[in-house]
């Protein structure tokens, strides 16, 4: 089984979780399959957000016309199988809080620049603080399998040339990404009861298992983005698990590659 394989980081990375926002943003630990989709997606030029709304706008639900269904980028990728790998250790990063201003109208309830309220009492503009969560140094090493699809080859291309049609980022614009060591691989049975990447949990305790010899025992788990959902393109939830435990049973899709086993999902 061929794959292509990559590193993937940058100085910084913010993936917000869209639960909690009253005091500050919170990020992901781990740059998440629909992320990871959305920047292969910028990498190879095909339309995300933007495009689908700017295709439906003035158009009425329902109508022929009218695309009800996902981002280009989405539609076409959403079939590929990716493992991430944590560079990390146990597979945690870094993280801080940053503070900063807002100063945009649309964001601090400022009409052209100035609040009404600051116009009629001839105040000083206000801005909106914002307190955010961003990992630092944020490094994964991202396998995705060869499907023999038009899509693959695409990315595959792009990759090994060091092209990109749009700029990749890592969550949010502020966040450039660095994409290093492109490679193909060939990837074999998975041999041994370990998996050395993400995989969405597949047991109920690890209460008999045992740690690789020689390491002290982790166990990361995160509920993370999986997927979208078609109408209205919410996250859909899997727990992901990171761990040096011995599992029971491998994961589906889990293949080996240098003496290791990675799950895709």
Known sequence: MRA???????????????????HAYFTYNNIHKPALLGLLGAIVGYGGYTKLYDSNRGLKKGTLEYNDGYMEYYERLKNLK??????????YFSK???TFNNSVGYANGMVGGVSEKALQERKKFSNLVVREQWLENP???????????????KIEEYLLGKKSVFVPYLGKNDHHATISEVSKIEMSDPDGSFVDSLFIKNFDSLEDS??????????????????????YHFYEYKQMIFTNYELEALPRDTYGYDGKNYSFI
């Open 4 to 22: 292509i394989s990559f590193r993937l980081g940058g100085k910084t990375a913010c993936f917000r979780k869209p639960d909690v926002n009253e």
């Open 82 to 91: 990716i493992s991430i790998i944590p560079l990390a250790k146990h597979g």
């Open 96 to 98: 801080k809080i940053q």
């Open 139 to 153: 490094l994964w090493q991202i396998m995705i399998l060869d499907d023999e699809s038009e899509e693959f080859a």
């Open 210 to 231: 045992y740690q690789k010899e020689g390491e002290l025992a982790y166990l990361f788990m995160e509920m993370s983005p999986y997927s979208l959902q078609e109408e």
